[in-house]
């Protein structure tokens, strides 16, 4: 028989959890950290508008779920991805400057997520539709988001 020690594995995933609680920022020049920011946020409407072709009957209805899941943990990220606070890329300053609103509003994304998730795996299209618009991505943007002109 095989014996496994466990203190070496204990101490190896010890390691990687610290790693993944690490900050980005300790890996990451600034731009890093912007270019991260953006890659999360377009993940986060790729999948938003992956749902949008799917309930308007463009895309496989069956889909749903998988982009609502794959959705809810994008948003999960997000705030990872703002919490270094640095300035610059699609962000306005107010992000930083009202970051106790912006924060908020991310968690709120994140309930909403969580709930397009669970209701695209339990009710299907007909009941992710409604439950779109509750993501709030018009609002932050609106308000906190560079427009392009």
């Known amino acids: 028989m095989i014996r496994f020690n466990r203190v ?3 101490l190896w995933a010890a390691a990687v959890l610290a790693g993944t609680l ?3 920022r300790s890996f990451a020049d600034d731009q ?3 270019d991260y920011r953006s890659h999360v946020m377009k993940s986060m409407g790729e999948q938003l508008a992956a749902l949008n072709q799917i309930v308007t009957g463009k895309a496989p209805a069956a889909d749903a779920s998988v982009h609502a899941q794959a959705l809810r943990i994008t948003a999960g990220l997000a705030k990872v991805a703002f919490t270094e606070k640095v300035p610059g890329g699609e962000s306005k300053p107010e992000v930083w400057a009202r970051w106790d609103d912006f924060s908020k509003r991310l968690d709120d994304m994140v309930a909403a997520a969580d709930d397009l998730a669970r209701t695209a795996r339990q009710g299907g299209v007909a009941a992710v ?4 618009n509750a993501l709030g991505c018009q609002g ?3 308000e906190y988001l560079v427009q392009k002109k």
Request: charged letters at 20%; one cysteine or more.
């Open 8 to 10: 070496p594995s204990l």
């Open 22 to 24: 690490l900050p980005l």
């Open 32 to 34: 890093d950290v912007r």
């Open 140 to 142: 932050c943007h609106g």
């Open 129 to 132: 539709a409604p439950k779109l």
